[in-house]
């Protein structure tokens, strides 16, 4: 049976599992073996997502399954995302997850941490309720989707934060992927008006200055306004690679900027990131963020989703 979840288009056989060893075909059915296990639940501020246009300053139910369609030496939640064994013992159904997030009064419910397309029939169930109670959607996703998937997802998930890992031979020789499938997912949300952020996890002296630049140069084409820098730290099989320096993370940022990119992000950093109007250059939110938290300073120069100084209009939800 052929699985359709992501561009791996797994083909599997009775008593086999695809790829990402969540899907499997037992008695001629095509089931996901991690439904309604899930293995991470937190309350989280959405900028940690990270997503910083899209209701900031609101908090998010973040949950996860185990699985991932891609196994990346740098995977910074590979005890989640390359797990095949549900580590929680019981299921929490669709209707559960948001009778716990109008519980927990978060507006939204976020899919995150591992990689939600390889569990997308729960993502999808849960969706569908949430949306009969106002809750917003959010899938954090590395973007590789399937033709249908994207098709699938776009009309129930409100935002999306998509990891742009690097340029083409970089997925091809670091993540054994393929860039096609994660630039045609960005450009298919963004013509059908769902909100998108794009985050890059930068290892220095993998990431290059021509890198960032050409990455900057085909978000801008696609119509990305939003992207975040993240910094990477030594983790899973690349344990004994160092962390990406502030100083570093700081060059990419300026190039990114000076590339046109409308709004640049620090993650997993101290460099200072509010946001500001790209036409006069105002703070419009100021977001001071520390290990644990975020704090905001909220609409100070931002009414009706305009800058209240040049009344440019600023991408998102405010
Ligand atoms: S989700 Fe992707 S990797 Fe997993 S079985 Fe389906 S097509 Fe294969």
């Known amino acids: 049976m052929k699985c359709d979840f992501c561009f791996h288009y797994c083909d599997i056989k009775e008593g086999q599992k695809g790829f990402c060893k969540v899907r499997e075909v037992k008695n001629n059915k095509l089931l996901s ?35 991932c369609n891609y196994n990346c ?66 899938m954090v996703t590395n973007g590789s989707f399937s033709k249908e998937a994207r098709e699938r997802l776009s009309p129930l998930i409100d935002a999306f934060n998509i990891d742009l890992k690097g340029d083409a031979p970089y997925y091809k020789n670091i ?9 045609e997912g960005i450009k298919y949300l963004i013509k059908q008006g769902n909100h998108v952020e794009v985050t ?40 004994n690679t160092k962390a990406t320096s502030e100083q570093f993370l700081n060059q990419m940022i300026e190039t990114a900027k000076n590339m046109g990119i409308n709004y640049v992000y620090s993650g997993n950093s101290s460099i200072h ?37 040049c009344s440019t209009k600023i991408y998102g939800y405010f």
């Not at 997502?49 to 139910?61: M, N």
């Not at 992207?227 to 990477?232: D, E, K, P, Q, V």
Request: glycine share 2%; hydrophobic share 35%.
């Open 33 to 67: 073996t991690n439904y309604g296990f899930l293995d991470a639940i937190a309350i989280d501020p959405i900028e940690k997502k990270p997503l910083y246009h899209f209701f900031p300053g609101t908090t998010t139910l973040s949950v996860a399954q185990v699985g």
């Open 175 to 183: 993540c054994k992927g393929d860039i096609t499938p994660v630039l």
């Open 200 to 239: 890059i996890l930068l290892i220095e002296g993998i990431h290059t200055k021509e890198i960032i630049e050409k990455l900057a140069k085909k978000l801008i084409e696609l119509n990305v306004q939003v992207w975040h820098l993240s910094r990477f730290f030594p983790n899973y099989k690349m344990s």
């Open 273 to 309: 990131s509010p946001t500001i109007c790209p036409s006069c250059n105002h703070v419009l939110i100021n977001n001071h963020i520390n290990s644990d938290a975020i704090k905001i300073d909220l609409y100070k120069n931002i009414k009706n989703n305009k800058c209240l100084n």
């Open 73 to 138: 030496d740098f995977c910074q939640n590979w005890q989640l995302s390359q797990n095949e064994i549900n580590i929680n013992s019981s299921k929490t159904s669709p209707k559960e997850l948001v009778k716990l997030a109008l519980n927990y009064k978060t507006p939204s419910i976020s899919f995150t941490y591992s990689e939600p397309i390889v569990w997308q029939d729960y993502v999808i169930d849960t969706a569908i309720i949430a949306k009969k109670y106002n809750l917003k959607t959010i």
